[in-house]
Each structure stands twice: as structure tokens, then as C-alpha cells.
């Protein structure tokens, strides 16, 4: 290595850094010897045959102990402080005596610098180095104090940024990346040792890449804001390539006359799908709420004209019996050819109603229950997210209580949630026009394989005659009410093996509850495998 190239690698801060360390550890650990520092002079006296003669004389020991013992105190107060510094200097002190006043024949030599001179000039060292470092030593413990609460406030501070929901980004005035939140890692899938000091264009596509230099610029120079505490919907990149969509809200610091950014960023391609999710629930639900519907009025109608119907054919054949007790059905007679025609035309047509209602019961049961097994939480989950979407004008307090042993159960989710989202709905508007409205939603083990599931309400309650009626199709109390809601619910329930009630609760309000079956937990255990 040149020397040139040595100088060019010189760098005055650093190294004034790295000596500031050094010191800094230095003075650390002397504080941690402070006791052993507090007693240097007699480490001299005993290193005292180590010292070499030439640097040391014999001499000197009888002339100016006080001298030879100045070093230690020195030492012992810069790096000690006030205590071990006093503390050397009174040791130092008495050892000079003893040497002076040592009986063995340690008489000062004639020209020695007088013993009362050496005193205060130990003293006054002694006392100087011990303020000194004592003063040293208070800054440094403020030091690491200011440092250790600087360093636990950005811990807490990182530790907000790294755990909002959304990525936090902090870039200077040129667009260089100073911060990159770890959801920001997870959003855009760069480390934050990647990206910083790289400029903030690269998390966005081509086309908008250099446009963002031209914002920044345009911002210092016209001071218009165009995004700067309004925020909006732009697109970002991430590095594999792909984009996907951003809300983004930038916000301005000043830092000792720097400007920087910080920008908020909210994934919206995971919104726009919980959109789409709750969107393709709803209309999962609305399809089989209408075929819900359609097969409980069928069944309902099916069930009614079925017996009118029979009645039909069974007097058709008490005519055609009658008739031919009295041989006249058999006659030539032209009339009674064309009763006779009459009568089997009307028998097969309460034989065609017959057979479509019997279709038409068919069709409503091939939608029957498809039945696998399904989170419950996730069910209830979804199920009250969808009911409860347009619920804040009801301002309804809902608690859920769910008891995670049960979970696993068998079901068709679709049906379910259907059933619940009757319930909560019902329950909803129950409550309307109660003071106290409160929803709960709980799920607890029952005795057997079976989770039980309730909808309890702060409504009305019901009635005894209400609580026998509820569940028959076309009973309602609504003036805009069908009254199949419930009935859908029991056949989807009676479905899934499981049973549905209602009862009034002592408290007010209304609970419905129902059951359903858990998965066998074999199953489970093979589910896995
Ligand atoms: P609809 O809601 O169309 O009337 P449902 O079968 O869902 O049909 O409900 C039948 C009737 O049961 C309702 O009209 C209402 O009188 C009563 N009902 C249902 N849920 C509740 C409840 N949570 N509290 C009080 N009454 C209820």
C-alpha cells in the first residue's frame, strides 16, 4: 500500500471516532477497577524492584518518593475520578512519608527538593487529576445514560414502525431511501439493507420511475402540494417484478434544516380482494338464499296441493266406480263416451300435478348439503362480517364467544352461514327500535360430538305462541316479511343432523341456537396424514 493510497483511506472523522471508542471503553473498565485504581501508589512501591534503575534511581526513592508516586495518582484520578483519585493521593501521601521518615538510614539527600514543596505539589496533582476525572467520569455515565435511552426509544420507536399494519418508508430530500419498515420488507420483498440509500423510484413502475424525481423537485420548488398529506392510490413494484396497487400518504419532517418524506404505504390488492371475497360470499348466499327460498315454498306448496290433489283423484275414481255400479259407463250412449273421456283426461292431469310437484320436490332436494369439514370461527367469521356490513346504523354492540376445542365441524359452509345470516339479521332487526342492543354470538361443547351455536339478541323476545310458530313457513309478523327465513334455517339444520330452537331469555331478548356435528377426531388425524 502506497502512502498516498493510505492517506486517501485516511479519514480524520472516523479515526477521532474509533479514539473517542477506545477512550470510551477505556474509562468503562478503569470505572469498573476503580478500587484497584484507588490504592495505584502501592502498586508502584511493590513493582518497585521491577522498575528499572535508570528510569527510576534508587536515589530519587530517598530524595523525591513523592515524584517517583505522582504517575499513579495521576492515573488514578483521570481514570478513577474523584474517589480513587483522593483515596491515591492520601496513600501516595503516607508512603512518601515512610520513605522519608524511615528510620533505615532514609535521611534526604542534601539539594532534595524539600519535603513540604513535594507535598503540596502531590496534593495539588493529586486533587486536580482527581476533579478531572471526575468530571470525565460524570459524562460519561450522562453519555451512556442520553445513549442507552436514545437507543430504547428507537427500539420503541422501530418496533411501532416494524409492527404497523402498514409499511413505513423514510426518504430525503433527493428520494434515498433512509428507512425501510420490516413491513415494508414484506410488502415490497426487498431488505431494508438493500434498498438504503437507493432512490424511492425503484418501488415503482417504469412508466412513473422518473417522474417521482420531477415531484420531489417540483415540491421544493413551488412548495405545492400535490400528495403530501392528502395521500392517493398509486401503483407500486415489487422486486420480483409484479405490481399491484397502493394507497400511499406521504408526510414531511424537518431535521436540522433537512427535509425528508416518510410514506405511509397500505397494500390495497389485499383489500380489493377481501372485496372480492365478501362480494363472492354475498352472492354465494343470495344464490342459495333464493333456492332456499324456492324449495321451501315449494315444499310448503307441494305439502298443500298434494292433498287437494288426492282428493281430486279420489273422487274421480268414486265417479268412475259409481258409474260403472250402475253399467252405464259401459254403454254405446255418445255421452257417455265422452264422459268417460272426460274422466281419464282428468285422472292423468291430477296425475301430471302429481308427478310435478313430485319433480318439483326432486329438483329443491338435489341441492342438498354438501358437507366437509369446515372451521366454525371462520364460518361465524365471515357470516357476521357479511350481516353486520350495513349494521352500523343499528350501532349494535356484538360479542363473540367461541370455544376453540370446537371448531372443527362438519357442515356445508354456504348453508350455514346462511342460517346464521338469517339469525344475526333477524336479531338485527329485533333490536331496531330497543335502547340497549346487543348481539352475541357464542359456541360451546356439548355432551355428545356436537357444537352448539347461539344468536342471542337484546330484542322483544318471544311470545309462547310466537316460540311454537316461529319455525312454520309463511310465519311472520313483518309487514314486509315471507316468513320462510326460519323454516329455511331448520331445514338446513334438520340437513346437517343437527337441531334448532328458540327460546326468550329471562334477561330480555331473544336466543336461537343450534347444533351441529363435530368432526369425528379420527378423521382429523387422517385429514392430516
Ligand atoms: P321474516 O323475517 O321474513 O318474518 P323469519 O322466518 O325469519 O321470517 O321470521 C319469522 C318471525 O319470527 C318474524 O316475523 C319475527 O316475528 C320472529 N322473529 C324472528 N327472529 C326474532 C328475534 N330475534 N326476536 C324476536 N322475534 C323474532
Redesign the pocket.
Known sequence: MTLASALSRFDPSKTLSQIGATADRLLARAGRLRHILAVAPFWIVLAKPLLPAAIWPESLWRTAPLLLLTPSVLLAGALGGAAPGFAATAIGLAIGLYFHFAPVGRVMAEGGVGLWSQAIVFIAIGLGSASFGEVLRRSLIQNRKTLAELRGREARLQSVIDTAPDAVILIDADGAIQAFSKSAERLFGYQAGEVAGQNVSLLTPFPHRNNHDFYLRRYEETGERKIIGIGRVVVGERKDGSTFPIELAVGEIRLEGRRFYTGFIRDLSERQSTEARMQELQAELVHMSRLNAMGEMSSALAHEVNQPLSAISNYLTGVRRLLQGSGTLDSQDPLMTKVRDALDRASDQALRAGEIIRRLRDFVRRGETDQRPESLAKIIEEASALALVGAKEFNVRVTFRLDPSVDRILADRVQVQQVLL??IR??L??MRDQPRRELRIESRARDDDRVEVSVS?T????SPE?EAE?FKPF????ST???????ICRTIIDAHGGEIS?KSLTEGG?R?QFTLRLVPAGTLEAERA
Open positions: 338469517n339469525l333477524n336479531a332487526e329485533a339478541d330484542g322483544p323476545g318471544l310466537l316461529i310465519f311472520t309478523t313483518k316479511g315471507m316468513g320462510v327465513g326460519l323454516s328458540a331473544a336461537f
